[in-house]
DNA sequence: CGATTCTTTGAAAACAGTCAATCTGTGTGG
DNA sequence: CCACACAGATTGACTGTTTTCAAAGAATCG
């Protein structure tokens, strides 16, 4: 499985066999069974965590006992609670697998180790925070301003692997309404065209 | 005014004087009236700026034609649209000044050559880029798990400066709801306590 | 097959949006 | 100093959307 994170790696960045070497011997494979969690409400995140295959969600209990989706996670993804691991303070979140996955984990230790060593991947590092912080700028510019209905038709454009392989609970609180409300406009948009 | 940035930095970072005043001469300060522009639709982003003093507002008009309250930033607080500097392509926000503003500029251009120059400037920008994405990351759950009276009450918390400074409705714009939700919202809260 | 989970549907209630009118405060020019 | 214009805020009536609750219909899994 670490096949794919070294084709992953090489498709951003230049990096020696000897450097991936290193890399591989750092990290950790996990295999997820389905509804398997990998982190639970409480745990701090010291760990960065890779995606090999799979689905994750990540998630949390709101104060109103509903089920909040953060985000979910595909093939190729990373999936970090950003707060707790720059503060290692415990996370509100919890993490599960919703279908049978493989990860690859460092520790936080282990991580800030190879970047010194291997400095491309710190420059890497830097690249793919920047991308994601733009992509939270993306959903938040999408959450202000759009209707549910905008925004059930850009999540499926934006993520059609996630959107065929989770429950539509899950998409509506991702998407931030309720199930019935998404059922309903999935009926309405199918009905359309 | 360069004196207020140089404070807030020093509030983040160690820094020498000699530092700090290649940091100054890269500088550019610019002064802004109520209502004046400082991007509009279509700029590329190729400066990082700095608000000194005032109130900003970032903003994009919709294709809806309605005006979509992005952020607000008060003194001490950074301005950019990521994907623009990053991507060096137009930015589709605008900003303007809510109030007499004094912001610092310098170019990407120049602050790459100070972040060489400088590495704690490096690490600086770092922890910023990491605490605006956690702050992101907070928006986010927010907006998708509280409701309209939640995420009120939640910005005049959070954000106590800009809440009194800025009309209603742009605080509805970056609620995500009407200006008349937010009227009615406010009256109710105060009726209640 | 039976149990469980997920999805759909209907009806009612709550909520938020729109439109239009009014009110308030500010600042300008006469 | 007043009258007026203007922008922002509030309010009411109405409309449309979303949630909630409850029930029933699929789908999935052991």
């Not at 799979?54 to 996670?73: E, M, P, Q, S």
């Amino acid at each position: 499985m670490f096949e794919i994170f070294a084709r992953y790696l090489r498709t951003h960045i230049e990096i020696s066999d000897d450097d991936l070497e290193l890399i591989r011997i750092g990290s950790i494979e996990k295999r997820l069974r389905k509804w398997q969690p990998l982190f639970q409400d409480g745990d701090v995140w010291l760990t960065n965590c890779f995606i090999a295959s799979g689905c994750l969600r990540i998630y949390r209990i709101g104060g109103d006992g509903k089920d909040h989706t953060f985000r979910f996670g595909v093939d190729n993804w990373w999936v970090t609670d950003v707060e707790s691991y720059n503060h290692e303070t415990p996370s509100r979140f919890d993490v599960e697998a919703l279908a049978a996955s493989t990860v690859i984990i460092w520790t936080k230790k282990k991580w800030m180790e190879l970047m010194v060593t291997i400095p491309v991947l710190r420059e890497f590092q830097e690249a793919l925070m920047a991308r994601s912080y733009e992509a939270s700028q993306r959903r938040i510019y999408s959450l202000i301003s759009s209707s549910a209905e905008e925004k059930y038709n850009e999540f499926q454009k934006t993520y059609p692997g996630v959107f065929n392989q989770v429950p539509l609970h899950m998409v509506a609180s991702y998407l931030g309404v309720s199930r019935e409300t998404v059922s309903r406009l999935r009926k309405e948009l199918t009905k359309r065209k």
